[in-house]
């Protein structure tokens, strides 16, 4: 029951595979392609940690279908991840104690992408605003919200990376 | 035996007495009432759970690409149920509180998009995105009162996904959207093989989580009547945290004329009832009034006599405390954008 053939490109390579329709966005990534770096918390769209870009947007990827995904390209925390070395963000993380034991980390990673992309001089309350669908345990969010204040910085001025 | 190690469906069978609340029903912090409605544990789980993998019961996927071939499969297909942005329908199927038979996902229906004003109406596609109707110029333009409300609408995540024609076939009593078609006295367009059938709001909100929509029926388009452009508009919620259900919340219209007195009044409440709430009583109060304080606060003591659910959230008291603040709020902020100090 439920087969169906999907084609997802993923940090730029397309998969093509056939599923079960119920396979989530997240499992796919995860089980199918390997991509172990989009962790998986709640897995009823709480928590943010799967969160993923779809064609751009941030997606809980434990919310949706392979199936769905269809035709679009989805970026994971992998495909942030310049060769031989971290983002901006991610080394804003490093500096500014942005995580601890990192399963919350990939998530905050991919929504704090999409607000630098769209906001490049974010305030701290645009920042927590756009956490909130993000839970962190370890860190109080201080240092999380610290690195992307510190990144925005470093982009703005081009000196990050 | 450690619950970690059992299989999800007994996890939820454990976790389930827990969420009962005073009044029978369930609730559940972060997805508000949806346990109440699928309290009733469908465990006709067909297959064993892989750990890690396909937390969902089997289901057939169908992606139409018109508005018809969706009417025909939900008219035909057994136990099938719609995917818009799975926002709401998705966790609950996780859980396996739903499980359907096959899955109609409306993303790829072109016609269910689109904002569209005309003949003094504001239309918007049954599958608009929460974060484009957030962002659209037309929306902040012609209906603000929704621009306000989309913010506390769950997370950006979700709202990148999840849909106005979503949240409205959910009726989730705490969901915002379905308290500003309250407030606007908004039309519901459903379709199905017989047709399309306008369903004005007040008939659509039929009860707890429930809708007028039949089995086969989806949301084709939602229209709300424009007020005039220089009505004022106010929304305030209480959650506890930012981005959670809301505890209760208030919507507010007010159209004032040159002398100050209030020509027309909505004001919607949401979270304390069973579906969004008007509050006839504070809009007639106010209706024909000189716009000020006093009159702001008279209108708005209506919400004493609401009787609000308990439940492991807040009591009905609390709610029925926080419906009478956020009215007030609701009810000024929508004074000073009519142009009256208050």
Redesign the interface.
Known sequence: ??K?ATRVTVNGKSHARVV?????LA?FL??ELGLTGTH?G?????C?AC?VL?DG????S????A??A?GCEVTTVEGLTPDGGLSVLQQAFVDNHGLQCGFCTPGMLI?LT?LLRDNAEPSEQEVR??L??NLCRCTGYAGIVAAALDAARQLRAGTGG | MPVLTLPLVEIALLAEPKLACFDGRVRDA??SSFYNYFGTLSLAARDTISP??????????H?PRKLEEAAELLASLPNAKI?AG??SL??M???RYVIVDH?V?L?GIEDLRGIDVAEGRLRIGAMMRQ?DLELSPEIARHCPLMAEALRHV?????R??GTIGGSLAHADPAAELPAICAAYDAVVHAASVRGIRAVPFRKFSAGFMATALSPDEMIAAIDLPLWRANAGHGFHEFAR???DFALAGAAALLDVDAAGIVKRAALALFGVAEGPLRLAAAEAALTGQVLDFTAIRNAAAAARLIEPISDIHASGDYRRHLAQVLSTRALIDAARRAGVDV
């Open positions: 029951m439920g169906q079960d329709a119920r396979l989530t499992d995860r089980h998986l709640c897995e009823h769209g709480v943010g969160t779809l947007r941030s997606t809980r434990c919310l949706m279908f199936v769905q269809n929504t999409e605003e756009a909130n669908g | 972060a997805h890690g993998k396909m937390k969902p019961a089997p289901f057939d996927y992606a995917l799975g926002q998705v966790p199927m996780n859980f899955l996902d993303g974060r769950g997370h950006r995540q979700t990148n996904r945290r930012q981005g």
